[in-house]
């Protein structure tokens, strides 16, 4: 079982930036593709962004394109994600998950505890 831990989370003017990280126990995490989802307070979770184990491939869900970007540092365990140009409706609990493949990130196979990030206006 892999074990993932988020951070970088906080409170962050509207227009500005934070970078997440995710990190995981796991050694066999370069197999798994990467990916990020939040929930907003009353809202469903929904997925945010993708990367696959080599970083070769990344997939976004539209309300963040050209503002979030996922990476990956496979020595160090860890996927990022870097958001700029913060929006108030970009305010929830962030997540990190593994799943086999980006195809298959809707049904990931571990979850982080999430981070909290809170957009002002």
């Known amino acids: 079982q892999v074990q993932l831990v988020e951070s970088g989370g906080g409170l962050v003017q509207a227009g500005g930036s934070l970078r997440l990280s995710c990190a995981s126990s796991?050694?066999?995490?370069?197999?798994?593709?990467m990916g990020w989802f939040r929930q907003a307070p009353g809202k469903e979770r929904e997925f945010v962004a993708a990367?696959?184990?080599?970083?070769?491939?990344?997939n976004y869900a539209d309300s963040v394109k050209g503002r979030f970007t996922i990476s990956r540092d496979n020595a160090k365990n860890t996927v990022y994600l870097q958001m700029n140009s913060l929006k108030p409706e970009d305010t929830a609990v962030y997540y990190c998950?593994?799943?086999?493949?980006?195809?298959?990130?809707?049904?990931?196979?571990?979850w982080g505890q999430g981070t909290q990030v809170t957009v002002s206006s």
């Open positions: 990367i696959s184990w080599r970083g070769s491939s990344t």
């Open positions: 998950a593994t799943s086999m493949s980006i195809a298959t990130m809707s049904s990931p196979q571990s």
């Open positions: 796991g050694r066999t995490f370069n197999v798994y593709a």
